[in-house]
């Protein structure tokens, strides 16, 4: 499951600044701020002493009392294959005497698996004494994400196409998940001709309530859905990198089948990130999600869509395609079951009616149209030939052939 845009669920980093650091070099400006630039300068030392793995010069800009638990997350951090980690220094201000604030863009990149940064916003308080600023403080903004290495030491297994990194978890389950989404890639490949990645990068942390801080919402949201995907609709070479992430409560209950079931789905998002869009509706990017993971399987309609089957056969066939709201966490769950059935037997129907090339066509289409309005009848006209009203009424029928028996 996954949200999109602004709808998208955040970008997963958080700061490697345990606290105090001291900005050497600056100058004490009584009332003012230090210069960017010599925030920028310090912030650059501390992460190329970190992708360098320079204990020495990680620590050199702490605080003593900070270097135990410095030390500590250096260690945790030496489990991530980082392939790049920088700042940059948005705006630093004044924020009474002897002291400032900055805020910073965190970025970060695993060797191999992004081809974008996973990236989030800082806050850091800034002291000054004795003629020298120090960093008192670091913190993500406000409803900012907690990053895994800060909930605890870190496993990281490697598969063929996959890198699980995880917290409170034996390498053993970790080996099975990453074994699955090795699975889940190359089935998502051959669904989805477009370039991509074709690797995906995936984090388990120790519980429900940890998934949460690693997405900045409250655990309550989450604690019956196996998996989540971050990232950033559109994404080019410089959008935030795609993690899925695992609710290790709902996925551990799930057979062999669901578990891989999920991790094709959520691979989906991760392949198909580049053409979904603000255009893109849920059902559409939902709908092909299921509809990827539950090809080949030999799953019926009414095998895969319980709850729709039900109101079919009550005779309450949904007048229309859902709404994005339908899609919500933490609401009705036969409701956004019913929701998440009906994207999926929309895609369904046009990969039998129209063919599997037309469906990923409809999809690119889609998201290629520059805003909501518009988008899904332009690509029902010129991919599928079809008006919203006619597909809407095949769609309709298409629901009681399948259910209503």
Partial sequence: MAGQGGRRRRGAA?????????????????????????????LDRHAAALLGRDEAGYLADLDPALVPAARTEFRRLASIPLGGLDYRVTDVDPAGSGRATARARLGYRIKGYDSGPAT?????????????????????????????????EVTAVTGRRSLVLGVGQGRERLREIADAADRAVPAVGAAWPSPWAGRVVVLVPASVD?????????????????????GQIGGGSEAPADRVIVNPDAYGVLGDFGRGFVLTHETTHVATRAQTTAATPVWLSEGFADWVAYRGTGRTPAQAAPELARAVRAGNTPAALPEDGEF????????????????????AMIAEQWGETHLTAFYRAVGAHPQRE?????????????????FTTRWRAHLTARLGG
Avoid: H, N
């Fill in 328 to 347: 919500a966490f933490g609401g009705d769950g036969e409701a956004m079951a019913r929701a998440y059935e009906s994207g999926w037997l929309a895609c």
């Fill in 210 to 230: 940890a998934m949460g801080r690693l997405l900045g919402a409250p655990a309550a949201s989450y604690r019956g859905i196996a998996a989540v995907t971050t």
């Fill in 120 to 152: 989030t916003e800082r806050v850091l308080d800034l002291a000054e004494k004795d003629g020298r600023w120090y960093v008192t403080g670091d913190r993500p903004v406000e409803g900012a994400p907690q990053q895994l290495w800060q909930q605890g």
């Fill in 374 to 390: 518009g988008a899904v009848e332009k690509a029902l006209r010129d991919v599928l030939d079809i008006t919203p009203e006619e």
């Fill in 14 to 42: 958080a700061g490697l600044l345990a606290g105090l650091l001291v900005l050497t070099g600056c100058a004490g400006t009584g009332t003012g701020a230090p210069p960017r630039t010599e925030v920028q300068e310090l």
